[in-house]
């Protein structure tokens, strides 16, 4: 198995809503990443989970809130979103988060808050 | 900051070659890679450099001069579907902070 995926693939929610975002890889890699893009920009990272730990928050808003419940599955929880967290979310591993280790990313969930 | 600059938009015909520049600030540099994206999908790795020199994958090559913060991704033999945006992401110090450049939105002419 050499891809990461995520679930779901677009995602509708209110401002009110809780609602959240999966990604698994079953590539034994040690590092999982969030990252947010807008249209015909490029991926802005968001956070970085190295063997299970948050090791890198980008100053995101806590409305935002990662968990890494094993090293396989990477999930961002969304609560009280605005219309401007509209984007396209990646989720991303790598083996490590050393020098070389190339990034996979996912396909992302689009993500429209209304 | 940690700019990284690339041209915004590049045209070029179909079966030549194309050079896409990135240039970095040097200061933490651990790292360079090149990426492929199609509208409405993931990146896709291309190419990694950390030492000086040119690397070569089949139609595509980078090459990094890091003294001077400067990488180019040069696409031979172009095919239609390399429309596309090129992204340059360099790694800064540890901990698998990538940073990416604007993109390079490439149109691939007949």
Known sequence: ???????PKHLVMGMTNKKSLKCE?????????????????????????????LSINESVPSRFSPECPNSSLL????????????????????LGTAAGNEQFFGPGTRLTVL | GQNI???????????AIVQINC????????????????AGEAPTFLSYNVLDGLEEKGRFSSFLSRSKGYSYLLLKELQMKDSAS????????????????QGTELSVKP
């Open chain 2, 86 to 101: 090129y992204l340059c992401a360099v790694l800064y110090n540890q901990g698998g902070k990538l940073i990416f450049g």
């Open chain 1, 25 to 53: 890889q079953h590539m034994g890699h040690r590092a999982m990443y969030w990252y947010k893009q807008k249209a015909k920009k490029p991926p802005e990272l968001m956070f970085v989970y190295s063997y299970e730990k």
């Open chain 1, 75 to 94: 999930n961002l929880h969304l609560h009280a979103l605005q219309p401007e967290d509209s984007a396209l979310y990646l989720c991303a591993s790598s």
């Open chain 2, 5 to 15: 600059d690339q041209p915004t938009e590049m045209t070029a015909t179909e079966g």
């Open chain 2, 23 to 38: 240039t970095y600030q040097t200061s933490g540099f651990n790292g360079l890679f090149w990426y492929q994206q199609h």
């Open chain 1, 1 to 7: 198995d050499t891809e990461v995926t995520q679930t």
